[in-house]
């Protein structure tokens, strides 16, 4: 059996230290001390966020920094202290104002402490020892060493397991220990490590170590957003058992180390990431009810016209168009115009909402080009009634019922203005109630998205990028259901949807409006010519992609479109020169990203000169790759999706699945006022933009990144770039999540790892 840090509490808990939470080997002769200062009691449904009370036990970190404070029983004193603290709970004061930010007289935040003991010696195996520290520990705690029983934080694995057919199956073994720096392994090059049986206990494979990285490798660009560019700042060794297939449960053992917790080996072991992600899209779904057998993180619907109270009449159709906005989120200087153009109530629901920004936006149709792609990538790995959503039941496979949920909207949308003689064939792709008022509502206080019904909600005029966008994606539906050889559940006709779409906005895009819609026409054009094999639409993406090269990177939404365009049959392509360029620049894209997992020492991939921010360093964003794979089935470009799946379900340096509800450590406080104002709690599946990098010293207030800044030691700019995530879920930036730049292709490259689906 696994001891995980075995505490036996020998004495009585004081309220005057903070709680111990564990104590573990980091390695044999190095014993970390995890400590907890207390928690923060959020507010709640109904008041203002401000009402928060944080509840604190606070260390006296000059006692335990001291060597003499620690005993360890039988080993006298540690040669050395090493010590990190960061925040880990944040309350949302603001008292005062004063030297350019807010100051607070009661405790605003609560940290995490981390003592290392340097022991001198190792511990050997089966060694126990009695942990005391008065006045710094509630407890003594014992603790039993063991290279193959106890669980190191710097033993990095998957935390739910590899597929046997990945190329490359690693383990590492780092550490960084604050003002100690980073983990000595050079002593550790070539050391056994082993494979066990987590049943039985065997030994399944053994192998031994390998340096990996250094301290000072670069993984970035931008070389001063983490120390020497690197977001370890320690070195690496690695553990290879790419050679081993037996499935079953196991756990990674070094020997002077320690070992890892548990993960399976499975040719399906990504199917509960992927299902956990796809779930997180359902989870965030506008204008219907989450309700058993569905879920049991349960919500009335918001903002349906029909069924939520208090909302009957206030969603306005105005012919005022998002893309003559001076600003396509919210601005006062709109509001004229979109009054003007108001029309009168329209009965339409069914967009996605994000974290406490419930609106639908047009870059919501990624969500629909990220499933569409990975099935089209994979279209055995995906069946029906996985997903445990209301259209299990129809036959497709759910991945499909997903991506047809925001084009669904669309077609609402569409047939009910043409229904009322306000629109003539186009849809605007902006829902919100920014124009007029807050999401707060009158009183300033917290409340759920299905109670936001005091004020007025907009939906944009028809404008040709939102149906271009929309047309796209009907077209590349239209496409998968043939692929899967089905037809649409509800009768809708999707290719005629998009004919009729795309000749629409061809139409009537005015002047100035072309330089502002190219990404989506590029889409529509490239999924379009995918289903029909019509010149007008490859013609139409010859044109607009003229700019697009052998060496052009394709890192945006202006990927999806020559995919689609590239992964229809043969007969439906007949411009080589157009193929040889869109299909030379996506690899090129994805080559780029498989030479930044060569780089980087935990080898995941995506853009090297991606800034450390909007989830970098949670979400994996590597669509070129999984595109270029889907084209040539390279298996250099599988393995960069393996290595980088590695690294966002556990490998990085917090040991953390970057989803919510998912893997052993995931992010427990996330801004998604919904999960705020629920008994339920926290949704499952949410992917937070999470670490971001330093913009200044200290932010002004609990809801900036920078705020937490001042609540770590050492100082920040000494922190490695991918510790930086602090659990502060009144920060927007740093907590948030949006359903297409974090889930979507969070649910997508997992669904591509999955194995073939049960049917």
Same mark, same amino acid.
């Given at each position: ?19 111990? &939470?564990?104590?573990? =080997? ?15 009691? /959020? ?119 590899? =597929? ?104 399906? &072991? ?122 299990? $039941? ?106 009729? $779409? ?8 005015? =002047? ?30 010859? /044109? ?100 980088? =799946? ?58 900036? /990144? ?45 669904? &591509? ?7």
């Amino acid at each position: 059996m696994i001891q995980v840090a075995t505490l036996l509490l020998l004495t009585g808990i004081s309220y005057q230290t903070p709680n111990l &939470v564990s104590v573990r =080997a980091i390695r044999s002769d190095i014993l970390e001390v995890h400590l907890s200062e207390g928690h923060v009691e /959020h507010h709640t449904i109904g008041h203002k966020r401000t009402d928060e009370k944080v509840i604190i036990a606070p260390l006296d970190v000059s006692r335990a920094s001291r060597i003499e404070t620690w005993t360890i029983g039988g080993l006298g004193h540690p040669v050395r202290i090493g010590r990190k603290s960061k925040g880990t709970d944040f309350a949302w004061y603001a008292d005062r104002w004063a030297n350019g930010h807010f100051e607070n007289d009661r405790p605003d935040h609560v940290k995490d402490h981390w003592i290392y003991l340097f022991l001198g010696k190792p511990l050997r195996n089966g060694q126990a020892v009695t942990i005391d520290a008065p006045g710094a520990l509630a407890t003594t705690a014992r603790f039993t060493y063991s290279d193959s029983d106890s669980i190191s934080e710097a033993v990095h694995v998957n935390l739910l397991g590899y =597929a046997p057919s990945a190329p490359k199956k690693l383990g590492y073994v780092y550490a960084w220990l604050g003002d100690a720096g980073g983990m000595n392994v050079s002593d550790r090059i070539g050391h056994p490590f082993k494979l066990i049986d987590a049943k039985t206990g065997a030994i399944a494979l053994k192998g031994l170590t390998a340096f990996r990285s250094n301290a000072i490798n670069a993984e970035t660009q931008h070389v001063n957003e983490t120390p020497n560019g690197s977001f370890l700042a320690t070195d690496v060794l690695e553990c290879d058992f790419s050679t081993f297939q037996k499935s079953g449960t196991y756990r990674l053992a070094v020997d002077g180390v320690g070992c890892s917790t548990t993960f399976r080996i499975d040719s399906d &072991v990504y199917r509960e990431a992927f299902r956990t992600a796809t779930r997180g899209l359902y989870h965030n779904r506008s204008g219907i009810a989450l309700t058993k057998p569905y879920t049991t993180f349960e919500r009335p619907a918001p903002h349906n016209p029909q069924i939520t109270p208090g909302f009957s009449g206030k969603l306005q159709y105005t012919s005022s168009r998002m893309i003559d906005w001076k600003n396509w989120e919210a601005s006062a200087d709109d509001v004229p115009a979109i009054k003007a153009g108001f029309k009168g109530p329209i009965d339409v629901w069914g967009w996605y909402q994000d974290a406490g920004d419930w609106d639908g936006y047009y870059t919501h149709i990624q969500i629909a080009q990220e499933l569409l792609l990975a099935y089209q990538v994979a279209p055995a790995n995906f069946a029906a009634h996985e997903l445990n959503i209301p259209e299990s $039941s129809n036959g497709l496979p759910d991945i499909l019922n997903e991506a047809a949920w925001l084009p669904r909207y669309g077609y609402r949308l569409r047939h009910a203005l043409m229904d009322k003689k306000w629109g003539t064939g186009g849809i605007g792709l902006r829902a919100c109630g920014d124009h007029f008022g807050s999401d707060t509502g009158p009183a300033d206080v917290g409340r759920g998205s299905w109670q936001d019904v005091d004020r007025t909600w907009i939906v944009s005029g028809e404008d040709p990028l939102s149906t271009y966008q929309y047309a796209g994606a009907a077209a590349q539906l239209a496409r998968c259901l043939e692929i899967a050889h089905a037809k649409d559940p509800k009768g809708v006709d999707w290719r005629r949807e998009a004919i009729e $779409s795309w000749a629409w906005a061809k139409v009537n895009t005015r =002047a100035g409006d072309e330089p502002k819609l190219i990404k989506e026409r590029i889409y529509a054009a490239g999924a379009l010519s995918a289903l029909t094999g019509e010149s007008e639409y490859e013609a139409q993406l010859d /044109h607009d992609t003229q700019t697009i090269g052998a060496n052009s990177e394709l890192w945006d939404a202006t990927l999806f479109g020559p995919t689609a365009y590239l992964m229809a049959p043969a007969s439906h392509r007949k411009k080589a020169d157009l193929e040889m360029r869109l299909r030379a620049a996506i690899l090129h894209t994805a080559e780029l990203g498989v030479t930044s997992a060569d780089k980087r020492a935990l080898r995941w991939g995506g853009s090297f000169g991606m800034p450390m921010l909007v989830g970098q360093q949670t979400t994996p964003m590597i669509e070129p790759i999984i595109a270029a794979y889907g084209l040539t089935k390279d298996e250099r470009l599988r393995s960069v999706m393996f290595t980088t =799946a590695d690294y966002f379900l556990g490998t990085n340096p917090l040991n953390m699945t970057w989803v919510t509800g998912l893997g052993q450590r995931n992010p427990l406080h996330v801004f998604h006022m919904d999960s705020w104002y629920r008994p339920t709690g926290l949704n499952p599946g949410i992917v937070p933009y999470g670490i971001w990098r330093k913009d200044q010293e200290q932010g002004p207030g609990p809801w900036d /990144h920078d705020w937490a800044n001042k609540s770590v030691y050492p100082k920040i700019d000494v922190w490695p770039g991918a510790e930086r995530w602090f659990s502060n879920q009144c920060s927007p930036m740093a907590s948030e999540f949006t359903v297409w730049q974090n889930i979507a292709p969070t649910a997508a490259l997992y669904g &591509v790892l999955c194995g073939a689906a049960k049917k």
